[in-house]
Structures are given as structure tokens and as C-alpha cells.
């Protein structure tokens, strides 16, 4: 059973490194910045015995991520762990700019040299998670909320996969791409087919979507339709062979490229940019959709999409009934700044510091 089932139901407070299962060598300062190892050398032989609050904060409206992956790590690599005392937010929380998220109360050697680190898994948890929430919100906008699919597999690194696959989640992304991208918090990663299948076919979406059925009976028939750059044409070739079947046609034509729909009715263009997974072409797929009695197939949009642009789109009412979005969820923006702010219990930090305390953070156990 996986941690995150245990925490739902109130079996554990917290993930832990059962979880993350965090690189050793962190233990070394491996991933210290190297400041950070001299000064505990410095502390262990001058001011051992003094005790620093240092606290976590950033600067915008976000979804907070990363309260879970930080606490393990601190109780994972911290000496004397234990005998810290440690205040945090939740993952999920809504968070104010300046608002204190965490605090770490003890022996500066005993855990300084991991500011960094908790720096960098906030920063990056907290951005996914907020780029999420912020597509997620934009795609309710028409007062039905539409699933936003995680596809960020392409866009960075694939051994981030399984933390911005939690971050999503708890930004509110229940469907992800990849295996990965679940470990943390679900089961399996879910998707169709990509143009290389309709390629290995000659273009041949029909085929290619007979294959795909016959070797996963199992799965919701979704269809990719834009390989041949005609979305309307396929997507009816493919709405006539499997009728009921067909659950949806997916549409990923690129900023680059103009739909032979356009070609066929040029009149319509002239008032709008007609590239992509443009509105007038969306409006036009459903309409031949509907006019053919497939009003139960499904658009799923993909490419390019990020908040701005899903608002845009919901505000027009484009009928889009599930959105996919990659790179612009995997923009990291938000910094965060941890501070010492109290020496032995009085006020000590830097210019421009001070201690924020923050009634909603809870006591770590």
C-alpha cells in the first residue's frame, strides 16, 4: 500500500522517505552549496551550543508543495533529528506572499546545511503544483470542471517525473502520462496513442485505432486525428467505424500548421489566427461531430496550452471537453528564501528579516 493511501486514511500525519527515497549522498552535503559545509565547521567549533530559528518563506499567492518531501528530509539527514523543532504548513494549502510555510528550530550544524535543498524542493513543488491549480481553475471556468491531463514527461528531466507528478496532483491533476508520474500517489500513468503508431501505419488513423483496440480492449477508445493535418475528415472516418466505441478524437495540430478545413472553406478566414487547435476549427469538428450523431465523442485539445490560453477558450465556450498541458505547468517562478531570524530565542537575521510567526503552522511531531 502506498504511503499516500495511509495518509488519506489517517494512518500516518506525513509522507516519508519511504516515499522519496532521497539520493544518500545528500548525508555527504553532496548537494550542499558548499558555503553551507564550512559554516558548519565553523559553528561546531565556536558556537555549538546556540539555537537559530530559521524560517521558509516566498513571495506570491501559490499552492504550497513540498511540506512532506522537506520534513523527510530533515528527519532523513538532520542530526539528531529528533530534537529538532519543527513548524509547517500542509501540502495543498493556499499561501499568502511572505507567509512563513515552515520553521526549524535547534543547533545550526545540525541541520543548516540543508537550507538549500529545502529551498530548491519548495520552489520547484510549489510552482507545479500552483501552474497546476491555476490550469485547473481556468478549465472550469465555463462552470464545468473539465480534467486537465499532466503531460510533462517531454519537457524536463525524466527523474523529476514522480515528484511534479505529486505536485500536479495536489495541484489538482488526477491524470497523468506516465507510470512515474503516479508513484507517489497513484497507480498508473494513462494515455492513447502518439503519431508515431499512426505513422508505422502510413497514415492510416482507422487502422491505426484498430490496432490500438485490439490490443487494449480495456481502455476508453480515444483517437488521434490531426497526423494528416484534416482533424475533421479523420475524426469522422474514425467516428463511422467504431460508433459507440469511440469515447474521443484527440486534436494536437501544431502552432505551426493550418487545417485543410481551412483550405476547403475559405471563407471563414480572414478574423483570427487559423493555426493550431484553433477555436473555428474546434467549433467546426463538434458541429460535424453532432450533424453525424456523434455527439458522445469527446474533444481532447493538446499543445501549447497553458491557464491564459484555457481561460481564453472557456470564455468562448470552445467546446473542449478535456484539456492536455505539458511545459507551461513545469515553469519553475516561485523562489524561496530560508532565513535565520532568532539566536537563543531573540531577534537576530539579517537586514530587512525579522520572524513572521504564523498561527496556521502546526508542530511536527
Known sequence: MKEIELKMQGEIKRLTN?????????????????????????????????????????????????TDEVIALIKTFAKNADELEIHSLKDGDKIKPFETVLTIKGPYQNFGYLEGIIDGIFARRTSVATNVYNVVKAARKSGVQKPV????DRDDHFTQQSGDGYAAYIGGSKAQATHAMNEWWGKQGMGTMPHALIQLFRGDVVEATKAY????????????????????????????????????VRVDTSRTMVDQYFCRNPEV????????????????????????GFNHVKIVATGGFNAERIESYEEQGVPIDIYGVGGSLLKIHIGFTGDNVLL????????????????RLELVD
Open 18 to 66: 519511504q516515499t522519496f527515497k532521497f539520493d544518500e549522498r545528500i548525508h555527504e552535503g553532496w548537494f550542499s552549496a558548499v558555503y553551507f559545509l564550512k559554516t558548519r565547521e565553523i559553528v561546531e567549533k565556536y558556537h555549538s551550543d546556540n539555537i537559530v530559528t530559521m524560517q521558509f518563506f516566498q513571495k506570491e499567492h501559490a499552492i504550497l508543495c513540498g
Open 149 to 152: 491531463i499532466f503531460m510533462g
Open 213 to 248: 483496440k485490439a490490443e487494449f480492449p480495456e481502455d476508453e477508445l480515444m483517437a488521434l486525428v490531426d497526423y494528416n493535418n484534416d482533424v475533421i475528415t479523420d475524426s469522422l472516418k474514425v467516428a463511422r467505424e467504431f460508433g459507440e466505441e469511440l469515447k474521443g
Open 269 to 292: 478566414m480572414g478574423a483570427f489566427d487559423p493555426r493550431g487547435a484553433n477555436p473555428v476549427l474546434l467549433f467546426a469538428l463538434r458541429e460535424a461531430l453532432d450533424k453525424e
Open 344 to 359: 537563543n530565542g531573540e531577534h537576530e537575521a539579517k537586514a530587512g528579516r525579522r520572524y513572521r510567526d504564523n498561527p
